[in-house]
């Protein structure tokens, strides 16, 4: 089975650039999220989609961060412009949507913001 | 609000010992899922054993298995005949019930470096 695929696996960006990451969520899983992990701040969430629904965009994360799901098996996150404090590891996770539901996480994007 | 905590930052153990990862939870929910994840030095994360908080028999998947203390709030993980494999970090995460607002988002802790010497 094909597990929750993310690319660039790494990405290095100047101040003020736009970059986009993108995700492949498992098929069939309802639910995708979009996590930043740091070792100050560990894993926050930045958006959730069920159903391509937005359904949390991470309020800390709204002005310069932008998630789309533009389809059930596609999603990209934007961070623009982007600034040295968002180098982080960018990680995408999906869930079939049901409470008890683990997560399968991607592998990640490393991002480095020069 | 929920809170997921876990006070231990770093644990060393010697090879084929048992080792337990504490976890602390806060929820106003009666019912909730409590779930550990792996993440590796690669950087993969990987589910590893999940505790139903209606079930009171203590979940085990392999040589993991769980401590779950409902009136304390506590959820350890024990990994028994640890290998150098098994050196990695290890989130704590909980999810309620009730999908309030929609909400399905799982609420990870800090997560505990464990390191297996040979």
């Known amino acids: 089975d094909a597990g929750v695929t993310q690319t660039p696996r790494h990405e290095v960006a100047e101040k003020g650039q736009t970059i986009i990451l993108k995700c492949e969520p498992v098929s069939g899983h309802n639910d995708l999220f979009w996590y930043r992990q740091t070792k100050i701040q560990g894993l926050e969430l930045l958006s959730y989609?069920?159903?391509?629904?937005?359904?949390?965009d991470g309020g800390a994360f709204k002005d310069r961060f932008k998630a789309e799901m533009l389809n059930s098996s596609f999603s990209t996150l934007k961070i623009q412009p982007t600034e040295p404090k968002d180098s982080a590891v960018y990680l995408c996770a999906s869930s079939p949507g049901q409470g008890n539901s683990d997560y399968t996480f991607g592998s990640g994007t490393r991002l480095l913001v020069i | 609000a929920q809170k997921v905590t876990q006070t231990q930052t770093s644990i060393s153990v010697m090879e084929k010992t048992t080792v337990t990862m504490d976890c602390v939870y806060e929820?106003?929910?009666?019912?909730?899922?409590l779930f550990w994840y792996k993440q590796t030095a690669s950087g993969e994360i990987v589910f590893l054993i999940r505790q139903d908080s209606y079930k009171k028999e203590n979940a085990t998947v392999g040589h993991y298995s769980l401590n779950f203390q409902k009136p304390k709030s506590s959820i350890g993980l024990i990994i028994t005949a640890t290998q150098i494999e098994d050196s990695a970090v290890y989130f704590c995460a909980m999810r309620e019930g009730h999908a309030s607002s929609g909400s399905w988002q799982l609420i990870f802790g800090s997560g505990t470096q464990l390191t297996v010497m040979p």
């Open positions: 989609f069920r159903s391509k629904s937005l359904m949390e």
């Open positions: 929820t106003q929910d009666s019912s909730y899922f």
